[in-house]
C-alpha cells in the first residue's frame, strides 16, 4: 500500500528555535497534504491543508506566521515550527491524499516535538 | 458549526464479544464517512469508507451502517479480539477534495 514517510519522528529543541518536519509521499503523488497536532488522549486537530504548487490554507486560529508549511512537490510537504515554545510540544502527524484514489489518506509516522 | 461526537470517550469490553461504536455528526451532510485506526504514538489507519447511498458496508470482521436521517454511523467488530485495543476515529466527509477533521475518537480495550 501506500507509504507516507514523515522524519524526524522525535525532537527536542530549545526555546525560540525552529524546527522543519518533513512529510513524504514514497509510492504516489501527493496533490493535497494534511498537517495535524495531538494532544495525549486527544483526537487529531487539523491544522492546514496544503495543496501543491499553492499556499496552504490555515484552519481558524492557527498562526500561519508560526506554522510554515510549504508544500514544493507532488511528493513532500514540510512543517516549520517557528519560534519554539514549551506549548508547542505536541505529536505532529502529516497526512497525504493520493491524486489517483482520494477514498483514503495515508499517515506518516508522526513526530513527537518537545520544546524545552 | 460542523461538530463530530463519537459516542464515548472509552470502550471496554470482553474478548469474543462485538464491540459498537458510535459517530455522530451535525450541522453538514457528508456524503462519505471514513473509519480509521490509531494506536498509541502513531499516525491513522485507514479502516473502511462508505458512501451515502450504501446502508452498509464489510470488511472482514468490521462492518459499517451510516443513516443520513439519523446523521449517524456505526462502527461493528465482531468476535473481537485483545489486537483489537485501539482508538477508533470516524471522518465525515462532504465530497472527495473535502479536508479529513476527525471525530474525538473512541478507545477501545478488549479483555481477554
Known amino acids: 500500500g501506500a507509504v507516507v514517510s514523515q522524519h524526524p519522528s522525535r525532537v527536542i529543541c530549545k526555546s525560540g528555535t525552529s524546527v522543519k518536519i518533513e512529510c513524504r509521499s514514497l509510492d504516489f503523488q501527493a496533490t493535497t497534504m494534511f498537517w495535524y497536532r495531538q494532544f495525549p488522549k486527544q483526537s487529531l486537530m487539523l491544522m492546514a491543508t496544503?495543496?501543491?504548487?499553492?499556499?496552504?490554507?490555515?484552519e481558524q486560529g492557527v498562526e500561519k506566521d508560526k506554522f510554515l508549511i510549504n508544500h514544493a512537490s507532488l511528493t513532500l510537504s514540510t512543517l516549520t515550527v517557528t519560534s519554539a515554545h514549551p506549548e508547542d510540544s505536541s505529536f505532529y502527524i502529516c497526512s497525504a491524499r493520493d491524486k489517483g484514489q482520494w477514498t483514503e489518506a495515508f499517515f506518516g509516522q508522526g513526530t513527537r516535538l518537545t520544546v524545552v | 458549526s460542523q461538530k463530530i461526537e463519537q459516542n464515548s470517550e472509552a470502550l471496554n469490553i470482553q474478548e469474543g464479544k462485538t464491540a459498537t461504536l458510535t459517530c455522530n455528526y451535525t450541522?453538514?451532510?457528508?456524503?462519505?464517512l471514513q473509519w480509521y485506526r490509531q494506536d498509541p504514538g502513531r499516525g491513522p489507519v485507514f479502516l473502511l469508507l462508505i458512501r451515502e447511498n450504501e446502508k452498509e458496508k464489510r470488511k472482514e470482521r468490521l462492518k459499517v451502517t451510516f443513516d443520513t436521517t439519523l446523521k449517524q454511523s456505526l462502527f461493528h467488530i465482531t468476535a473481537s479480539q485483545p489486537a483489537d485495543s485501539a482508538t477508533y476515529l470516524c471522518?465525515?466527509?462532504?465530497?472527495?477534495?473535502?479536508?479529513?477533521?476527525f471525530g474525538s475518537g473512541t478507545r477501545l480495550s478488549i479483555r481477554p
Open positions: 496544503s495543496n501543491e504548487g499553492s499556499k496552504a490554507t490555515y
Open positions: 471522518a465525515p466527509l462532504k465530497s472527495s477534495a473535502s479536508k479529513i477533521i
Open positions: 450541522n453538514y451532510s457528508p456524503a462519505y
